[in-house]
C-alpha cells in the first residue's frame, strides 16, 4: 500500500508539472498572461526573473567596474557631478556617463538633481557588508574560469585562475596563502555574526578554530565572550599570521601549525569550531577531517560546524549553483547539504548531530555534534 501512495504522489506531481511546463513554454500562453490583468504580474515577475537570469553576468561586471573604479567608494563620501567623476574612474565623459546609468539602473548608485548622483540603497548595501566589494573583486579570476563553463565541467575542475589563489585546493601546502587570508578575513564578520548570534559559545571554556586563518573568527569569539580560551590550527604559515596579529594586538592565542590531513589536531578543547572548511574539500578528505576532529575530542565535547550549505530552502541558489561552480572552479571541495553532512559526521564516529537555524543560512548555516 505505501508504495501505490508513492506511485500516486509522483504521478500527480509529473502530471501538474507537465501541465505547468506546457503552459510555461508556449508562446500564446505567454502572451495571453501578459495581457491578463490577473496573470500580468505573475508574468512580469517571471520575465524579469529570465531576464535577470540571462542577464547576471552584466550585472556583477558593472558591479566590479563600480568597485574597482573608485566610483563606489567616492559616491559613499559625497554626490559627485559626472565632470567630477571622470577623475574618480578615470574614464573619458562618455565612458563615466555609462558607467553611472548602469550603476542607477541597478540602485547601486542614484540621481541626487542635475548632473549630480549619490549613492544608491544597493551601493550602500553593498559597502556595508564586510567583504561583499573584496568578494566582487576576487570574482574576477571565477568568472575567468566561468569563461568555459562546459569545459570546466568536462575536466572535472580546477586547473584555472581560481585553483592558484587558493593552493590547498589541489594538493598543495606550499604557494602564498597571503590573499586568501586576507579575503576571508574581510569577508568573516559576517559569518561570525551568524555564528554568535545562533549558538550559545559562551557556554564553553577552551574554542579550537580549525582552519582559522589569520584568527579573525576568533577575535570576534573574544569580543563576545573574553574569559574563553582561545586556540587555532592551520597550515604553519597562516598559524603564524594568526600568532603575530594577536600578539600585535596583545590578545592571547595558542596557534598550532600542521596539516588536518596529516598531523593531529592538538587536544583540549572543548568546542572545536571549523568555519568554511568542510566545503572546501572532497568526499575522501572531509572524512579524514572530521575524524581527526573525532579524535581530538573528549566524549561529549562539541564540534561546531559553519558554512553555506546545500538545499537549504529560500538560498538554494547559494548552495548547489554559485558554491557548486566556484568549488569546482577551484579544484576540490562541493557544497553539501544538512542531511549529507550529518551522515557523514555520523560515520566519522560523533554521537549526535543538530542543526541550529540561523539568522542568514545563506551566508552560513550551523550544525552542533557531540563528540
Ligand atoms: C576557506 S578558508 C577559511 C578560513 C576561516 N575559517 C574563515 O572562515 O575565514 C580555509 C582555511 O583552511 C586552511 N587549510 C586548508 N588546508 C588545510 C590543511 N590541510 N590543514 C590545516 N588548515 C588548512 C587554509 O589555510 C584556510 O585558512
Redesign the pocket.
Known sequence: MPDERADRATTLRDRWRDWRNGLSINPAFQRWAARFPLTRPVARRRAQALFDLTAGFVYSQIAYACVTSGLLDALAKRPHSISDLERVVDLDMAGTERLVKAAVALKLAEPAGGDVFALGVEGAALLGAPGVAAMIEHHRLLYADLADPIGLLRRGGGGGALSGYWP?AEGG?GGT?GP??GL??A??AM?AAQVLEAYPIRRHQRVM?????DG??LRAVAGHAPQLALAL???PP?AERARARFAAEGLALEATG????TDSLPQGADIITL???LH?HDDDKAMILLRAIRAALEPGRTLLIAEPMAQVSGCERVGDAYFGLYLLAMGSGRPRSVAEIRKMLGVAGFTSSREVRTPLPMIASLIVARA
Open positions: 590547498y601546502e596563502s586568501y587570508s576571508m578575513s569577508s568573516q559569518v578554530d580549525v582552519g582559522g586563518g579573525t573568527f590550527f592551520d597550515l597562516v600542521g596539516s588536518f590531513f568555519v568554511r572548511i572546501d
